[in-house]
């Protein structure tokens, strides 16, 4: 929006803006290779084949495969989600490689840089600028990881999943499934089984990680789904920052995100992660839009901190409650969350904080925002083990409304079970304020102005912990998301 | 009144009692309640005894002045209640036959068991056109003795329009294993208004309290769970007409490792109701208190105001709180708040009253019935009703703070 004075400017304006609100539709024309739809032991042996990946890997991937076979979708979320045929998607894909696997930046496929410079992440622009490491991921595959000689003087490891596998096994024997295992839900065992590539990232004890890290996810396929796997591994004293970015084509079939993310944080050290999701939210008919289903969940040991910040603004259906469990004494877990649904969007979200350790504490902030015919869910888990001596909770959890036929529900779940805890938890839900509104307009602000500045208020506790690029972009894509929702 | 001989689902083998994978069982002691089933209809089960008539009444003596309607396993027992003969206002009541009628789908498995099991239906009629003469409480006593396997009342109160009354619903059980499945329903009309307060004193329980508030009226609806022994009380207000005023206010004292469970739903149905609940627990060392809260605001409704609190004091590194104050709201001319606390007394204050001479177990004493006074005089609408019941949370406080003691002397 910009300063257009008349009324019919800002009508017409925000009718373009409507109708083609999703910026980052565009199919990338790139060759790729995509396996055959359907889900079998061939499928789970071609990815592991692809990857390259030892024999006790493929055996996971087996085991979770067939845990995955005898369990059914879950049907407690607040969620409205047609029946999906798993026998229907293709479990791999990947940008053709032309020659050789690519050496460095300059060698990958001119036609990928170009999509990732519609994106605005320009992988190399931002190594030039930022100074972020990044790994950028299409489909399932891994295309290119800059930064990374900086990053191993310091003896941080950042690459793709797969290539851990190949240079670092015993790294990921040790951690991978420790957090989520290959039998935790329905989602994380299909990932288990079928996950593709994703991002590895590993801090040596004792080293503040030099710059901040950041994965970008997108979806390019048709008929795909995307299954990425991220493990990150903090050993003492270690900290590290680490941002996730995420979008896809618009089309008008559903396609399934699945993905799996593991933080392991050993004694006194630290992991913030951070995600704006933006995945292809589906039309103003609910038709289209990506099924987020993910597992995110973080072990914290002695005095570790681990801290999720999300902003959550795209996907058909979200389902993701990133955890911590608080497993060492004085560990900390915060979870900082804004979402934002709109049109037919659904959203089941929250977190859940497990105390295990003495004097454990945990933080919940949540912010929903539900317009249209949304229907946005927070569900979040306090959980005091009786071991959990002087652990503390605390949660926020605010859902604002815009328009009569959106919906916002709140459902918390706190289990106590020692009274050497504390644990509080308090919650609102209701529309923007006549009297806000008036003071905005009554000061010359229209109303999407003053709306969007109201929700912009409304989120300043989430924002202010997210890193700075990323609290640009999330305020933009907020108020991009909301335009045409209000009036 | 003879019981219906329609299978019983603990005959057909339970096959549809609900399990704590159903989220709104997700905390109650299903297992405690089918011990307690089974205690009372299994092979385990004792000398059937039927109980004299004079053991029955001395179970009443206690409870406040008023008119007094005695159910007995579910069935009406004139002959221990105390009606008002020929009083223009006094209750009225009725016993019908509602085997035949249509009634809604019932909720669950333990609904659907009490309509089998008793094809009779207590109707009573309260309410004066005044503004509720507190001499003119109506006491509804259902006393469960194991003599005939569980005991499944079903009540159906009803205020006519204008009316106002104050109803106290108690629940007590002879010394043996004994297990009631109740429901009560009742219809607020238009205007009216009512006090009704359900009191768990009993065995082992599945009540359900179905209040149904019609335009304008105004309910306000207690529940206090104080018994020694575990189980599930459902709570579900429907604001059926535009401006009706609830208001819900629990107290739950969990002593002698019992587990009780509170769900208390309340449905907005329609525009410019109001609801408040104040649900609190006080949870001894190995016992545990949960409370499940549905606040539903239905689409199309405007002017809702809605608040939901839940207060938890855990009494020892045993005791055991879990909390789900839930908010499902499908309209934003809301205004809707929750809150949910679980902690310990506070030190700084018990450490108040010992830097000023008060022993550490009365110090504790203080600030328990402290905590609890505050939800017992939202509870009570009057004098009598007060008095007596602070007697019985006392006397459960006092229980927990012995046994406490006593622990604390083998440690």
């Not at chain 1, 479990?91 to 460095?104: D, L, M, N, Q, R």
């Not at chain 1, 004694?267 to 589906?282: A, C, E, F, L, M």
């Not at chain 2, 109980?51 to 409870?63: G, I, K, M, V, Y």
């Not at chain 2, 506070?346 to 110090?363: E, K, N």
Request: glycine content about 8%; overall charge negative.
């Amino acid at each position: 929006m910009t300063d257009t004075t008349t009324e019919t400017d800002t009508t017409a304006q925000l009718d373009d803006l409507v109708g083609g609100e999703y910026r980052y539709g565009f199919v990338t024309d790139i060759d790729s290779e995509i396996v055959p739809v359907g889900l079998d032991e061939s499928v789970v042996r071609l990815i592991a084949s692809k990857n390259g990946e030892p024999d006790w890997l493929v055996e996971w991937r087996l085991g979770a495969l067939r845990h995955f076979l005898t369990l059914e979708a879950p049907t407690w979320p607040y969620l409205r989600i047609d029946p999906i045929d798993y026998q229907a998607i293709s479990y791999w894909a990947a940008p053709k490689a032309k020659g050789p696997a690519p050496e460095s930046l300059d060698d990958i496929d001119p036609k990928l840089r170009e999509m990732f410079d519609k994106l605005g992440i320009s992988v190399a622009e931002q190594e030039r600028l930022s100074g972020v490491a990044v790994d950028a991921i299409v489909d399932s595959v891994s295309v290119a990881t800059t930064f990374r000689e900086r990053l191993a003087e310091s003896g941080v490891i950042f690459c793709p999943f797969s290539e851990a596998v190949r240079e670092h096994p015993d790294l990921v024997r040790k951690y991978l499934g420790s957090v989520v295992g290959p039998r935790d839900n329905f989602y994380a065992a299909l990932n288990s089984a079928v996950f593709s590539d994703g991002s590895f990232c590993f801090v040596p004890a004792g080293v503040r990680c030099p710059m901040e890290l950041s994965t970008y996810f997108r979806i390019n396929s048709a008929g795909t789904g995307q299954f990425e796997r991220t493990l990150i591994i903090a050993e003492e004293g270690a900290s590290v920052s680490y941002l996730e970015g995420c979008s896809a084509p618009r089309r008008d079939e559903n396609q399934l995100h699945a993905a799996v993310v593991e933080l392991i944080a050993l004694d006194d050290s630290s992991i913030k992660y951070s995600t704006v999701q933006n995945w292809y939210p589906g039309d103003e008919n609910g038709k289209g839009g990506i099924y987020n289903f993910v597992t995110k969940r973080g072990r914290a040991g002695n005095r570790a901190r681990i801290s999720w910040t999300q902003v959550e603004t795209g996907s058909a259906i979200t389902w993701k409650y990133p955890s911590v469990i608080l497993q060492g004494d004085d560990a900390v877990g915060e979870f900082s969350s804004v979402a934002l649904t709109t049109n037919h969007q659904q959203a089941d979200t929250g977190t859940k904080m497990v105390h295990i350790g003495r004097n454990t504490t945990s933080s919940i902030v949540s912010k929903g925002i539900s317009a249209g015919h949304a229907q946005n869910t927070y569900r979040g888990q306090v959980k005091v083990m009786r071991s959990a001596v002087g652990a503390r909770n605390h949660t926020r959890c605010d859902s604002l409304l815009l328009g009569p036929d959106c919906g916002a529900h709140t459902f918390p779940y706190i289990e106590v079970g020692t009274d050497g805890a504390q644990v509080e938890h308090e919650a609102s839900t209701s529309r923007i304020g006549e009297d806000q509104l008036f003071y905005c307009r009554q000061r010359g602000l229209d109303e999407e102005d003053a709306t969007a500045m109201i929700v912009n208020g409304f989120c300043r506790d989430v924002f202010d912990d997210l890193p700075m690029e990323f609290a640009v972009e999330a305020n933009a894509l907020l108020r991009v998301s909301l335009e045409g929702a209000v009036g | 009144m003879t019981p219906p001989a329609t299978p019983t689902l603990v005959d057909r083998g339970r096959p549809d009692l609900p399990t704590n994978r159903d989220e709104d069982w997700r905390y109650a002691p299903l297992k405690a309640i089918v011990a307690a089933i089974d205690a009372t209809t299994g092979p385990m089960r004792g000398e059937a005894h039927t109980p004299a008539t004079d053991e029955l009444a001395a179970l009443l003596e206690d409870l406040p002045a008023g008119y007094r309607v005695v159910l007995v396993d579910g069935r009406y027992a004139p002959e221990l209640s105390a009606m008002a003969d020929g009083a223009a206002n006094g209750p009225a009541v009725d016993v019908v036959d509602t085997a035949a009628e249509d009634d809604p789908t019932p909720r669950d498995a333990f609904e659907l068991w009490n309509r089998t099991s008793n094809r009779h239906t207590v109707r009573v009629r309260v309410g004066d056109p005044g503004d509720g003469d507190p001499s003119r409480l109506v006491h509804l006593v259902h006393l469960t003795t194991a003599s005939d396997g569980p005991s499944h009342p079903r009540v159906e109160i009803e205020v006519p329009a204008d009316r106002r009354a104050t109803v106290v619903e108690t629940f007590r059980s002879l010394p043996d294993a004994a297990f009631t499945n109740a429901t009560t329903t009742l219809h607020v009309g238009t205007d009216a208004g009512i006090d009704h307060l359900v009191v768990l004193q009993g065995d082992s329980y599945v009540v359900r309290t179905v209040v149904i508030a019609e335009d304008r009226s105004r309910a306000t609806a207690g529940a206090v769970a104080i018994g020694h022994a575990s189980g599930h009380h459902r709570l579900d207000v429907e604001l059926a007409g535009p401006g009706a005023e609830v208001s819900l206010t629990g107290l739950t004292v969990a002593g002698h490792s019992t587990h009780h469970d509170t769900l208390a739903a309340v449905d907005h149905l329609t525009s410019h109701g109001t609801s408040r609940q104040l649900f609190a627990s006080i949870v001894a060392d190995g016992a545990r208190a949960s409370f499940t809260g549905q606040v539903v605001v239905a689409h199309g409704t405007v002017g809702t105001d809605a608040d939901q609190q839940n207060r938890n004091l855990l009494l020892g590194p045993g005791a055991r709180a879990d909390t789900r104050p839930w908010l499902e709201i499908h309209s934003d001319e809301v205004a809707c708040t929750h809150g949910a606390t679980v902690g310990r007394l506070d030190d700084d204050a018990v450490f108040y009253l010992r830097s000023r001479g008060i022993a550490d177990r009365t110090a504790r004493t203080m600030l328990m019935r402290a905590f609890a006074t505050t939800v017992v005089d939202q509870l009570a609408s009057n004098e009598a009703i007060r008095t007596w019941l602070e007697a019985a949370v006392d006397e459960v406080l006092d229980e927990i703070v012995v046994e406490a003691a006593s622990t604390e002397g083998r440690r």
